[in-house]
Nanobody
């Protein structure tokens, strides 16, 4: 069983900062890409940022220059540092990861449970 456990969400004023964490645990051999997505009521889940196994990041235009994704492969953890937060950043943020397991090894896509981020005006 594989699990992605998120933490760090909460309530913050506009202009403030939050740092999200996501830890992968369970039976797997390695982790490929990891990322963060977000979703608000009435909208589809959208990409926020992704990071490759080698550490190459990719960001949605709406968060470029404000958010930073990083990972610690030794800890099986991905982070999302969110600065200069805006009310429109309010959403449920989901961790995503492709984890390899089995033999022959295959990649499986997993999602975290989601963590609420609320940014007040």
């Amino acid at each position: 069983q594989v699990q992605l456990v998120e933490s760090g969400g909460g309530l913050v004023q506009g202009g403030g900062s939050l740092r999200l964490s996501c830890v992968a645990s369970g039976r797997f051999s390695s982790i490929d890409a990891m990322g963060w997505y977000r979703q608000t009521p009435g909208k589809q889940r959208e990409l926020v940022a992704t990071i490759t196994n080698g550490g190459s990041p990719n960001y949605a235009d709406s968060v470029k220059g404000r958010f930073a994704i990083s990972r610690d492969n030794a800890k099986n953890t991905v982070y999302l540092q969110m600065n200069s937060l805006k009310p429109e950043d309010t959403a449920v943020y989901f961790c995503n990861a492709v984890l390899n397991s089995g033999w022959p090894s295959r990649g499986y896509n997993y999602w975290g449970q989601g963590t609420q981020v609320t940014v007040s005006s």
